[in-house]
């Protein structure tokens, strides 16, 4: 199987960053409207699934960095 390249690495990276902003700003919207009196049971739901799937996403940005980190001798 073909290893990655840097470029493809650094691509990922940001495709996965720019991922992460968008999951960020749909849990600060639902953190606001739970905050602010808006609360339904969906919107709960809702905010546990993004900050779910928004950590996960910070592991695999995490590995990833650190595999970058290990490909450039950093």
Request: negative net charge; glycine residues 4%.
């Amino acid at each position: 199987m073909k290893e990655a390249s840097l470029d493809d690495l650094h691509r990922e990276l940001a495709d996965l960053e720019a991922e992460e902003a968008l999951l960020s700003a749909t849990r600060n919207h639902l953190q606001h409207q739970i905050d602010f009196g808006f609360e339904t049971s969906t919107a709960r739901d809702r905010e546990r699934e993004v900050s779910a799937q928004r950590q996960e996403l910070h592991r695999r940005i995490d590995a990833l960095r650190e595999r970058l980190r290990g490909l450039q001798g950093v």
